[in-house]
């Protein structure tokens, strides 16, 4: 079944934010979007599974395999089961494992709030090509930038996008002193690295401490990132300097962040 404007779509997770986002997304294209939440409507969800054409999963990681539990008897072969969440080997193959049906992994890199730029997504094949391409094409239509990853690549990459962001973070505040006042010595870029960890902090730790203990690669990343640690306590600044610059041009000729 090809994902078209007409197709019925369930979103589970419809009550949060990115869940509410995607039902919006689906309601603007003409899609009939029935949603559901925790805690699951198990008299109105087999019907509406049964009729669907594709199952959004916008719940946490550690739902999945619960949630895919629920809906699995009741899906179709044709119809198509895919997640949003931030790590993609895991739930994947708790997916995988449940069901028959083709699957997809997406996992959207922007926020509830991100302004409508350049919304990309990268989607993985669970089972099922012809249906990951489907997917692809219904995000583009809706006018998200929809890119092709593996599992095992994406949570490699997140883990240092993501996982090591948080780790430093915290780590750099832990070995920050507070008992001499050092709030009197923030300079103007200091103060604006920590607004940007205000949230991350106080608000998102616990997403981001599951994202780091679900994704495959975490620990390999904070163990690299050690070893230059190590060298920078061996004071060879001038070595870290160079790799950091050969980084950041290599970035910028691939046309990354940096360009």
Known sequence: MRLSPASPIVIIGAKG???????QR????????TEFDH????????????KAALVLLCVPITAVKEVTQAIAPH??????????CSVKVQPLREMLALTTTPVVGTHPLFGPGTL??????????GRDQAASDNLSDCFRSLGFSPFNTTADEHDQAMAYIQGLNFVTTVAYLCASPLENGIERFFTPSFGRRMEAATKMITQDAPLFSTMFEAN??????VRIFRSYLNVAAGGDLE?????????WRKQHDAGGPAS
């Open 39 to 50: 805690p699951l409507d198990l008299a109105a969800l087999p019907e509406a599974v049964r």
């Open 216 to 221: 495959p690669h975490s620990l390999e990343a």
């Open 17 to 23: 934010q990115m869940g509410a986002r995607f039902a």
């Open 239 to 247: 070595l870290l300097s160079q790799k950091a610059l050969w980084w």
């Open 75 to 84: 899906l179709t072969q044709d119809c198509i089961l895919a997640d949003i």
């Open 116 to 125: 409508d730029a350049e919304l990309r997504i990268a989607v993985t094949v």
């Open 26 to 33: 689906f309601r603007k294209a003409g899609n009939p979007v």
